[in-house]
């Protein structure tokens, strides 16, 4: 596709329930981001990839808090045993490996309710 | 419908008007500042970025300046345009590595007719 695609879109999971959420990013972008956003906040930095090398997962929460990308492709983000404050929009990105800016490309995220 | 920021600081215009967006950021190690818009219900969009060794840079419609004396950051908008109410992020990259971006708060544009 022409852009980052998410899913499932919204996702509401009762506490301690697991859930996976999905990205497919860009064709041909070599890093992949995952950011999570709390309501009324910006993105916060969870993961990065660099395809299927995880390089960086100094903002996962807790170890409750998985992330893949098996093929260096598309991208699962798994919450084990969900508490309500892992409610938020989890979003996914993408840029070129040699893109020295600041351009990230973004899904429209993945918004998770835990009740 | 979801909306992207319900406590953050509102600036209002009138269609026509400019925009100035500001935003102080903290770490001076950093590359690149940058702005992104958000819709409601969407991800955050690029607009526009500018490197740690420049002060001034314009895109259609869109100028950031940059001044790194106080740390500071904004964002012009020309024109505004209902089309930019959004809600306006500034981010930075610290420098070396990938694109590990710092986001800031934010703010909420809103563009009256």
């Known amino acids: 596709g022409a852009g980052v695609s998410q899913s499932p879109r919204y996702k509401v999971a009762k506490r301690g329930q697991d859930v996976a959420l999905r990205c497919d990013p860009i064709?041909?972008?070599?890093?992949l981001f995952w950011y999570q956003q709390a309501l009324g906040q910006g993105p916060e930095f969870l993961t990065y990839?660099?395809?299927?090398?995880?390089?960086?997962k100094s903002g996962l929460p807790s170890d409750r808090f998985f992330a893949e990308r098996p093929e260096g492709s598309v991208s699962t983000l798994k919450i084990q045993r969900t508490q309500q404050e892992d409610s938020a929009v989890y979003l996914c990105?993408?840029?070129?490996?040699?893109?020295?800016?600041?351009?990230?490309?973004f899904g429209e995220g993945s918004r998770l309710t835990v009740l | 419908g979801e909306s992207v920021g319900l406590h953050l600081p509102t600036l209002s215009v009138q269609e026509g008007d400019n925009s100035i967006i500001n935003c102080a950021y903290s770490?001076?190690?950093?590359?690149?500042f940058i702005w992104y818009k958000q819709e409601s219900g969407k991800g955050p969009q690029f607009i526009i970025d500018?490197?740690?060794?420049?002060d001034k840079r314009q895109g259609q419609r869109v100028t950031v300046l940059l001044n790194k004396t106080v740390k500071h950051l904004s964002l012009q908008i020309a024109a505004t345009q209902p089309g930019d109410s959004a809600v306006y992020f500034c981010a930075e990259k610290p420098s070396g590595g990938y694109n590990k971006l710092i986001f800031g708060a934010g703010t909420r544009l809103a563009v009256h007719p």
């Open positions: 990105a993408s840029s070129l490996i040699g893109q020295a800016t600041g351009e990230l490309f």
């Open positions: 064709s041909g972008h070599v890093s």
């Open positions: 990839f660099q395809n299927e090398a995880q390089l960086d």
């Open positions: 500018i490197r740690s060794n420049m």
């Open positions: 770490n001076s190690a950093s590359d690149y």
